[in-house]
């Protein structure tokens, strides 16, 4: 799952990143406005976690512009604008949620999960498919009850694929979602977390598909 956060203060969008890539999330962080209206011109994550006073442009005006772009996904305000009527005026122009600072980061990741299954891609905290068994809330896997040490790119990978099952999914696309701007990717690292994952499910849990990328069956092992 893909957050762009759009914050100013460097110390919280520090906190933020770290949390939310702690619990399984990929992150973007822009600290300007007008930067990150033109970010998602070309780039459209999941989830837009956006605060309101900004430099080069204000959030209200971000959001506003962000939808005039047909940008459809959840977006969440992040702000220290607690007045009801900020609240409406930023519902009014297309927020899916709106949580003023300070806030507890538990709650911030709990609004997450919410409108990550608002999209569709998570149903409820448990993503089980045969025996094995993810849990999105305490970051745990379990193969017929009997728990996995994954990483934590490794849980990234495989909650990418279950989330996704049926559909092939790319290395591009899988990189996306393990890794943020700037993080340094080495060519084969999607390949090697594969591996370490299948040595630890069952046979046949993560097939390859030829000249493609990887996928997850639903409701099936090897083919």
Known sequence: MQVMLVEDNEMLAAAVVKALRTAGFSVNHISRGDQALAALKTSKPDILVLDLGLPGMDGLEVLRGAR????????????????????????????????????????LLARLRALERRLGSVKSKNIVIDEVDLDTHSYEVSVAGEPL??????????????????????????????????????????????????????????????GLGYVVKKGGGAA
């Open 149 to 210: 040490g994954l990483s934590r790119r490794e849980y990234m990978l495989l909650k990418a694929l279950m989330e996704s099952a049926g559909k092939v999914q790319t290395r591009d696309i899988l990189d996306s979602k393990l890794y943020g701007w700037g993080e340094e990717v080495s060519s084969n690292t999607v390949e090697v977390h594969i591996h370490n994952l299948r040595k630890k499910l069952p046979a046949g849990f993560i097939q390859t598909v030829r």
């Open 68 to 107: 005039r772009q047909q940008f459809s996904n959840p977006v969440l305000i992040l702000t220290a604008r607690d007045k009801t009527q900020d609240k409406v005026a930023g519902l009014d122009s297309g927020a899916d949620d709106y949580l003023a600072k300070p806030f507890e980061m538990d709650e």
